[in-house]
């Protein structure tokens, strides 16, 4: 039914709540929190891309199991780095999202199922659900 799907051990930074100021070139500039890059990092090497990154419009399933009750749910990080890993061409692609808060102190980690609702043949999407 999925045309892709991997768990990734770690917990996610929120993408947009977790910014900081630095100076880069003599001028701030917002970037990525410590904790995000270095899920980054973590994401990249888990992750097992397909052959070719998948296009088309894209559903997206995806269970974020945080350390605490405490975090937003927020999937786009993970989304910014299915692109950045060439699982997917375009993280623009994602047309709909079905995103689910858990929790697992233990073992937080996000479980991401992907599935192709349109192909270049221009097969609209809804048509599919």
């Known amino acids: 039914m999925w045309d892709w799907s991997q768990e990734i051990l770690g917990e996610p930074a929120s993408?947009?709540?977790q910014r900081r100021l630095v100076q880069i070139g003599g001028k701030p500039r917002f970037i990525k929190s410590k904790k995000a890059l270095d899920y980054g990092q973590n994401f990249s090497q888990q992750v097992?891309?397909?052959?070719?990154?998948?296009l088309g419009d894209l559903e997206v399933g995806v269970v974020i199991w945080y350390a605490s009750r405490r975090p937003d749910l927020?999937?786009?990080l993970i989304f910014d780095l299915l692109q950045k890993t060439e699982?997917?061409?375009n993280d623009r692609q994602i047309?709909?999202?079905h995103?689910?808060?858990a929790l697992d102190?233990?073992?937080p980690r996000c479980r991401i199922q992907l599935?192709?609702?349109c192909d270049e043949c221009g097969q609209p999407y809804w048509s599919v659900l």
């Open 15 to 17: 993408k947009s709540n």
């Open 99 to 101: 995103a689910y808060h």
């Open 74 to 76: 927020d999937p786009s």
């Open 95 to 97: 047309k709909v999202i």
């Open 105 to 107: 102190r233990d073992n």
């Open 48 to 54: 097992k891309p397909p052959s070719e990154p998948l």
């Open 87 to 89: 699982v997917i061409k």
């Open 115 to 117: 599935r192709i609702l």
